[in-house]
């Protein structure tokens, strides 16, 4: 069973940075893709970035290219989003997704594709 736990979220100022960090278990870190995602109250579920093992790509929604960055790190099992130049629009809770087998990352990123889910972490955005 594939096991999914985000970490990292708070409070953070406009401006800040914050790195979440998605450790993922039970699938061999072979070929897979993670997504970061993102909901905020009363809005859409949205694809923010996704990494591929299988081709190396990362993809970025536009609101986020260029202040955010993912990044795998396959000895811990493990994918952060560092979040730089935060804006309050950022505010959300984050949820880390899995696919397990090849992948190639899509855009836009489809919530669909990701069958394993962690339970999230709330992102705070003080102007």
């Known amino acids: 069973e594939v096991q999914v736990v985000e970490s990292g979220g708070g409070l953070v100022q406009a401006g800040g940075s914050l790195r979440l960090s998605c450790a993922a278990s039970?699938?061999?870190?072979?070929?897979?893709?993670i997504a970061w995602f993102r909901q905020a109250p009363g809005r859409e579920r949205e694809g923010v970035s996704c990494i591929s093992s299988s081709d190396g790509i990362a993809r970025y929604v536009d609101s986020v290219e260029g202040r955010f960055t993912i990044s795998s790190d396959n000895a811990k099992n493990t994918v952060y989003l560092q979040m730089n130049s935060l804006k309050p629009e950022d505010a959300a809770v984050y949820y880390c997704?899995?696919?397990?087998?090849?992948?190639?990352?899509?855009?836009?990123?489809?919530?669909?594709?990701?069958?394993?889910w962690g339970q999230g972490t709330q992102v705070t955005v003080s102007s």
């Open positions: 997704a899995v696919h397990d087998g090849w992948y190639t990352c899509s855009y836009p990123i489809q919530r669909a594709d990701f069958g394993s």
């Open positions: 039970g699938f061999t870190f072979d070929d897979y893709a």
